[in-house]
């Protein structure tokens, strides 16, 4: 089950790029199962929209200050002080981010490489938004797992972006709250 959440999360963040195949949501979504394959970040931060690698940025930096041990930045974001956080480019957090998930428990990168997305089909969430339903379907221990998730897409720029869930930005927020930080 942890497996299953930890996955989710990841799923949560990170919407990669086949550069032209992205005219679609759909498309772009079918890349994301390329880059997940490959466990490669730093690829799949560059093609989040940038207001969304920005909107991460900002939203652990009340819990990066907050935070009691510096642990806590080295271990996910690797860098050493609130200081080196606000300097560092918003791709490189991304893509340390995401590392940081995938190596922290057992098996996930291993079941990553597995990882199918097949698209389903959007909903419109705006003129410039869609969400993408797509069933996921990964092997964990030489058992299948599937499972169903709903990405955001954003157009901008002649392409489609992947930008934050809801969910992510929600538990940034209760982390917020929980170290009694509040971003003004």
């Known amino acids: 089950m942890r497996c299953t959440i930890l996955i989710g ?20 979504a079918a890349a994301f199962g390329d880059a997940m394959r490959a466990n490669d970040w730093a690829t ?7 207001a969304a690698l920005h909107q991460l940025k900002t939203l652990f930096e009340p819990i990066i200050e907050a935070a009691a041990s510096e642990d806590l930045d080295v271990q996910v974001f690797g860098v050493h002080s609130s200081a080196e956080y606000l300097s560092t480019p918003d791709t490189v957090l991304f893509a340390s981010f995401l590392q940081y998930v995938v190596t922290r428990e057992n098996g996930i990168g291993e079941a990553m490489r597995t990882a199918v997305i ?21 092997s964990v221990k030489g058992m299948t797992i599937s499972q169903f998730d709903v990405m955001p897409f954003v157009y901008d720029q002649g392409r489609w972006w992947g930008i934050l869930k809801a969910d992510f930005t929600n538990m940034a927020a209760m982390l917020q709250q929980a170290l009694g930080t509040r971003k003004s």
């Open 118 to 138: 097949t698209p389903l089909g959007h909903v419109a969430q705006g003129p410039d938004t869609m969400l993408v339903v797509s069933r996921i379907t990964v």
């Open 44 to 50: 799949t931060a560059r093609l989040m929209h940038p």
């Open 9 to 28: 999360a990841l799923l949560a963040c990170a919407l990669p790029d086949r550069g032209a195949a992205q005219d679609t949501p759909e498309a772009a």
